[in-house]
C-alpha cells in the first residue's frame, strides 16, 4: 500500500453529475431500490488487470486500493451493502466506447472530458488526477526537467487515455508515439528498451517505479490541466450508459462523499503524495 497527503480527491468538481456528464437523466433515489441492472444489487465495473494502487493484487472486490474502497463507498451511499456489489470485466475502451454497458456504473481511473460525454455519462469527479513520465534510471531523458526535452524520446501509453493525449498534444514527440492495449504492455516495452517512456496517471507511475520496475523512476509530472481542453483540473468520474437513470443519484453519492470528507481520507490512505514528484516546466 501506498499512503501520504494524496491531492484533494474531487476537490474541484461542482455540481452534481447532471453537470459532469451533460445528462439530465434521473430517478427516485431510493435506497437500495434503484433502477440496476440486476434488482436489489449494484452492478459494477473495472479493467483486468485492475491496478495498484487503484487496487490491490487485481482483486476490486475486496475493498482494498483506492477506488475499490470508493466504489464500496458510493455503493453504501445507495443503499447496497457489501454483499450486494457484484464486479464485471470491463475493458478500459470498451468502456468509454458508445454503446449499452453491462455494469452501472463503471470504476477504472477514467478521466472526465468532453469527447467522452458524447457517448457516455459521468458521475461528479471523485479524484483530481495529473499525469506523470516515467523513464528507466539510465536513461538519457532520466533527467528532464522540461517538456521540451522530452521531444525526441519514443513514448508510450495505453490506448484511449489521457495519458496518450498528453503524448500527442503537450509533448508531441518527434516520433510516433507506441500505442499499448494495457499498461502493464507498456511497461514492459519500457523495461525491454523498446521505448525511452511511458505516460500514465501520477498514483499508478509511483507503483510502477516502487513495486514493478525498480530500475525506473518518475521523470516528472504535467502540470494540472494539461489533459484537458479547458485548462481545468483533469478529475475521474464513475462511467455510466449515457443518458442513465442512475447519473444524478450517482452523483449525489459522490457528493456526499467528498463533502464528509471521505473521498479525502481515502485518497490520503492509498495514494501517494502528489508533491513529491517534480512538475515538468
Not at 149 to 166: P, Y
Request: glycine share 8%; hydrophobic share 40%.
Amino acid at each position: 500500500m501506498l499512503a501520504g497527503c494524496a491531492p484533494q480527491a474531487g476537490s474541484s468538481a461542482g455540481g452534481s453529475g447532471a453537470t459532469a456528464s451533460g445528462s439530465a437523466a434521473a430517478a427516485t433515489c431510493t435506497k437500495g431500490a434503484l433502477p440496476t441492472l440486476t434488482s436489489g444489487a449494484l452492478t459494477v465495473g473495472t479493467d483486468d488487470p485492475a491496478y495498484d494502487p487503484w487496487f490491490d493484487n487485481n482483486k476490486p472486490s475486496d475493498g482494498k486500493g483506492f477506488e475499490s474502497a470508493v466504489a464500496y463507498a458510493v455503493a453504501k451511499q445507495l443503499g447496497y451493502d457489501t454483499a450486494k456489489v457484484k464486479w464485471t470485466v470491463a475493458p478500459f475502451n470498451s468502456v468509454i466506447a458508445p454503446g449499452q454497458k453491462k455494469f452501472d456504473f463503471d470504476i477504472n481511473e477514467v478521466s472526465i472530458t468532453d469527447e467522452r460525454k458524447n457517448a457516455v455519462d459521468f458521475s461528479s469527479g471523485y479524484y483530481d488526477v495529473r499525469q506523470a513520465v516515467i523513464t528507466l534510471k539510465d536513461s538519457k531523458y532520466a533527467g528532464a526537467t522540461t517538456v521540451a526535452a522530452l521531444k525526441g524520446a519514443k513514448i508510450g501509453a495505453q490506448v484511449g487515455t489521457t495519458g496518450l493525449t498528453v503524448v500527442q498534444k503537450v509533448i508531441a514527440p518527434s516520433t510516433q508515439p507506441s500505442v499499448f492495449d494495457t499498461t502493464d504492455l507498456a511497461s514492459a516495452a519500457l523495461k525491454n528498451h523498446q521505448i525511452d517512456a511511458i505516460v500514465v496517471d501520477l498514483p499508478t507511475a509511483f507503483y510502477i517505479t516502487s513495486a514493478e520496475l525498480t530500475n525506473a523512476e518518475i521523470v516528472g509530472q504535467f502540470p494540472s490541466g494539461s489533459a484537458t481542453s479547458d485548462g481545468k483540473p483533469e478529475q475521474f468520474g464513475l462511467v455510466l450508459d449515457k443518458g442513465s437513470q442512475l447519473t444524478s443519484c450517482v452523483s449525489q453519492a459522490v457528493d456526499a462523499l467528498k463533502a464528509d470528507g471521505t473521498l479525502d481520507q481515502l485518497a490520503k490512505q492509498w495514494l501517494p503524495a502528489a508533491d513529491s514528484a517534480p512538475v515538468l516546466k
